[in-house]
């Protein structure tokens, strides 16, 4: 790999213009080759420590906000569709896990969500009218021990 090419590699290029590929030229010419390797090696640190610090920025930005039920209730859909997708493209890991979610895993954890709106207090009916289920269906899930 030449000079050149090494530089336009650690500078990742893709958005400079014909001047700024110019002075790149111009300074892999005038450099030689354990230089270019200080460098790119250089470049690489400060990229790495670049990526730290918007990680940190945005656990800044991020700490302590409570997401919104629909948003997560968005997440979550795309990740079955996702695996859906992947079950549907022939992945039977993904058609495995997917029916453990909906089969094992929901119903369990509906369960749980039943108890935790019970004890806060509301009523079948209350609970019931949000999920879109009879009363009778939050009190058969009432009679049921959630375990994960």
Do not use: Y
């Amino acid at each position: 790999m030449t000079k050149l090419d090494r530089l336009l590699r650690a500078l990742d290029c893709a958005n400079f213009g014909p001047g700024d590929l110019s002075v790149v030229h111009h300074l892999a010419n005038s450099l030689d080759g354990d230089t270019v390797d200080q460098v790119t090696q250089l470049l690489g640190v400060a990229r790495r420590a670049g990526r730290t610090d918007e990680q940190r920025a945005r656990a800044r930005r991020t700490a302590g906000r409570k997401r919104d039920p629909g948003e997560l209730g968005e997440a979550i859909t795309r990740q079955l569709i996702g695996l859906a997708g992947r079950a549907r493209d022939g992945d039977l890991d993904a058609a495995a896990a997917l029916h453990d979610v909906i089969t094992e895993q929901g119903p369990v954890l509906l369960s749980i969500a039943v108890h935790g709106l019970a004890a806060q207090g509301l009523t079948g009916a209350q609970i019931g009218q949000a999920l879109g289920i009879t009363q009778q269906a939050v009190s058969k899930r009432l009679k049921q021990q959630p375990e994960l």
